[in-house]
């Protein structure tokens, strides 16, 4: 399919969908480059982290992918912490990832840019 996923919306899910197969991924990962395929208890998840200069910066972002999530009725897991925020995006009713994961993930790396820093931030702060 060459429409771009960030112009694509997810399709509803329930169990009786397969998760993507190995030919999907393949046409589907090269779109979301710095985003990583893990393995979570037999789970496949696409997981990327996102670096910010600080932790108000960090929860701006979480709340932008949390509205995203909330519209398409498709919810990641957020980690956010100082200076980051790791995304985790599968689809649940699959225990593992559909296409719809590869749309979301394009989705929010959409709404890091211009938000997200170059680099790693700086150590933990515990104030």
């Keep these: 399919m060459s429409t771009l996923l960030t112009n694509q919306t997810c399709i509803p899910c329930s169990g ?3 998760p993507a197969s190995d030919a999907e991924v393949t046409e589907l990962k090269p779109q979301i480059p710095d985003w990583d395929i893990i393995d979570v208890d037999g789970v496949s998840q696409l997981q990327r982290v996102y670096h910010f200069s600080d932790f108000k910066a960090a929860l701006a972002f979480t709340n932008h ?41 394009a989705k929010t790396d959409d709404i890091a840019q211009g938000l997200t820093s170059d680099r790693p931030a700086p150590s933990h702060h515990d104030d």
């Design 16 to 18: 009786n969908v397969p």
């Design 65 to 105: 992918v949390g509205a995203l999530a909330e519209a398409g009725q498709h919810h990641p897991a957020l980690l956010t912490e100082w200076g980051k925020v790791t995304v985790t995006w599968w689809t649940h009713a699959l225990h593992g990832i559909h296409r719809n994961d590869f749309i979301m993930a």
